[in-house]
């Protein structure tokens, strides 16, 4: 009988995890920063899927979740494309999605950035060139910024986003110069 409640009083063997990503921590305040300097705000995204296996959302959430917790950093995903300064598509483009995708883009307001995020979106992945998908976000819409992977990890986004934060800089130095 004893065996049965000795579990009870003896100590359990446990992992030692972190709960701290050191990379992605310097990651995420470096693009903190980048996102005030660029917008004097924070950042709202928009996400859309447009045809996706699920996998790139998947790496979206995981952004959202008390490991990553984007949120202390600035981002916040937005249920309105009207409230979003960035729209992020996921998937191949399909046929049944093209009217959507180009809705959400022109309900933003100006300026708009579109980042397309996994190999589908980049470029039509395995679904390229079949029968139901348009191929890539850039088929439909105009993109900004591509971020491959299938899917791409969450430090790959939070280096893709900072690497956008850059072309506005220098797309607004540029016509701040007169420069094209």
């Known amino acids: 009988m004893f065996k049965q409640f000795s579990h009870l009083f003896t100590p359990r063997v446990t992992e030692n995890i ?3 990503d050191d990379e992605f921590e310097a990651l995420g305040l470096r693009l903190q920063d980048e996102v005030a300097s660029v917008f004097d705000r924070s950042l709202s995204i928009r996400e859309v899927d447009s ?5 790139t959302e998947i790496e979206l959430v995981n952004l959202t979740t008390p490991y990553y917790d984007v949120e202390r950093f600035g981002i916040s995903f937005v249920a309105s494309p009207r409230h979003a ?3 992020i598509i996921t998937g191949a483009v399909t046929h049944n999605m093209e009217i959507a995708v180009k809705k959400t883009f022109e309900a ?3 300026p708009k950035f ?9 470029n039509g992945g395995i679904f390229k060139d079949t029968y139901a998908v348009n191929g890539g976000v850039d088929k439909v819409i105009p993109v900004d910024l591509k971020i491959p992977g299938n899917p791409p990890s969450p430090q790959d986004i939070i280096k893709g ?8 800089k220098t ?3 540029r016509s701040e110069t007169g420069r094209r």
């Open 51 to 55: 045809g996706s296996d699920n996998a």
């Open 161 to 168: 986003l900072l690497g956008l934060m850059a072309a506005i």
């Open 85 to 87: 300064d960035v729209l």
């Open 114 to 122: 579109v980042v397309a995020v996994g190999d589908d979106a980049c």
């Open 18 to 20: 972190s709960f701290r």
């Open 171 to 173: 797309k607004s130095h």
């Open 108 to 110: 933003m307001p100006a």
